[in-house]
């Protein structure tokens, strides 16, 4: 049986001092969409660099007290680099999250025409589960339906919601994450679904951030209900760091630290933000990352940064046209 993802009010798990956690989007691949990653990465991309890269990082996460780790299905080697890192470790105070519903199919490429394909179906979810068990065993305390939208067949496939929930008699979450400017109601829908009179999803992971708050409403609405809320996405893809806005770069100035901090401190601000997960390339980007913890915002300059946001369909429209790096 999986370890205990912790409760809703310390989701973390017993003890844990921090609710940052931390994605391996950026380091389980040699190309992704992040701004201001390709700098923090050696110049070779190798899958030998790359996991000592992500080991390096996972080191300097877990000497600052991150004791969450996030990661998918089409993170490339994002699951083996991880499952590696633990056996030779050996930390057991860890609370693993991963995803299934994308493929990666980039080749370990830098110049692949695609990286990954999306699939929702029960045939996908059975492989990429018993890939994931595979590589990971029992460290799996939370399993996410990868990027839910409104239009996913996953919401008239019975069959599939079954499977899922069967998941929660094995000692595993079930999650879901979203994607797009209609995530909002993506979250209320998923949450209704039940099976066998039992909700089929107890966590949700959205993006959130200075740029794209729109799901804020919904996600509080998902806490409330003593579901676990993580925060994905949280510098809008490197887009608040390599050009922040001059109200984020004042307050950088302020606090003395990065724009970067800034944006993950009006995350952690969020009181039904559980966890707040980065995903930063390099131990110096965690640590830049880290320092959010020592900035508490005030309500006025939170209500300061509020004009930042952009219209949904704007925002996502821009991360779309974002090139894999």
Request: no cysteine.
């Amino acid at each position: 049986m999986a370890r205990s993802a912790g409760t809703p009010e310390n989701p973390h798990g017993k003890d844990s001092p921090l609710r940052i956690g931390l994605g391996l989007a950026a380091l389980g691949r040699p190309a992704y969409i992040n701004l201001g990653r390709s700098s923090e990465l050696p110049v070779r991309r190798d899958v030998r660099t790359m996991r000592e890269a992500t080991f390096a990082v996972l080191d300097a996460a877990y000497a600052a007290g991150v004791r969450w780790i996030d990661v998918a299905r089409s993170y490339g080697r994002a699951e083996e680099f991880l499952a590696g890192w633990l056996a030779e470790r050996g930390h057991g105070d860890l609370t693993v999250s991963s995803k299934w519903g994308y493929t990666y199919v980039g080749g370990w490429r830098m110049d692949a025409t695609m990286h990954e394909v999306k699939e929702h179906s029960a045939g996908v979810f059975s492989r990429q589960w018993t890939e994931s068990r595979s590589l990971l065993g029992n460290a799996i305390n939370l399993y996410q339906v990868h990027s839910l939208t409104v239009d996913s067949p996953l919401f008239t496939d019975e069959a599939l919601q079954r499977a899922l929930a069967a998941l929660s008699d094995d000692g595993v979450r079930v999650g879901f994450s979203t994607s797009g400017p209609r995530q909002a109601e993506v979250i209320r829908r998923a949450f209704e679904l039940e099976v066998a009179g039992r909700p089929v999803f107890s966590a949700v992971q959205s993006t959130w951030n200075l740029l794209e708050p729109s799901a804020g409403p919904a996600l509080a609405e998902a806490h409330a209900a003593g579901n676990l809320v993580l925060v994905k996405e949280t510098l809008a893809n490197g887009r608040l760091v390599v050009n922040p806005p001059p109200a984020i770069t004042r307050l950088a100035r302020r606090y003395g630290v990065g724009a970067d901090a800034v944006a993950i401190a009006a995350v952690l601000a969020q009181p039904w933000a559980d966890t707040v997960l980065i995903g930063p390339s390099s131990p110096q980007q965690l640590a830049a990352n880290l320092a959010a913890n020592g900035v508490d915002l005030p309500r006025g300059e939170l209500a300061a940064l509020r004009p930042l946001a952009e219209p949904p369909e704007r925002y996502w429209d821009r991360r779309s046209s974002l090139q894999w790096q």
